[in-house]
Nanobody, 120 residues
Framework: QVRLVESGGGFVHPGGSLILSCTAS???????????MKWLRQPPERRLEWVSH????????YYVPSVEGRFTISRDNARNTLYLQMTNLEPEDTALYYC??????????RGQGTQVTVSS
């Protein structure tokens, strides 16, 4: 069983920046450095959305068009930590952000989420 804990959310004005972190606890069934990881988000009263994923090595990443060029996903396998650097934030980025195991579109465990609110 994997435990994922997100942090770093908060309130920012449009154009602001935040860095989200997700720390994973390993188990006999889960090895962070061998697992692709992803970020998802759920805006208020809307469905869960894809945001980004990253390969196990960190060499490749994918972003949905709405965040490409503004968000950067990265990972530190020595620290079992996944990151999402978010810049030029927009009100439409307001959501509960989750980290999860696996590539986008592949069901897998995810954390409890961290709230990001972008408002003037």
């Amino acid at each position: 069983q994997v435990r994922l804990v997100e942090s770093g959310g908060g309130f920012v004005h449009p154009g602001g920046s935040l860095i989200l972190s997700c720390t994973a606890s390993e188990s006999s069934e889960f090895n962070f450095s061998s697992s692709p990881m992803k970020w998802l988000r759920q805006p208020p009263e809307r469905r869960l959305e894809w945001v980004s994923h990253i390969s196990s090595s960190g060499d490749t990443a994918y972003y949905v068009p709405s965040v490409e060029g503004r968000f950067t996903i990265s990972r530190d396998n020595a620290r079992n930590t996944l990151y999402l650097q978010m810049t030029n934030l927009e009100p439409e980025d307001t959501a509960l952000y989750y980290c999860g195991v696996g590539l986008l579109g592949i069901p897998g465990p995810r954390g409890q989420g961290t709230q990001v609110t972008v408002s003037s």
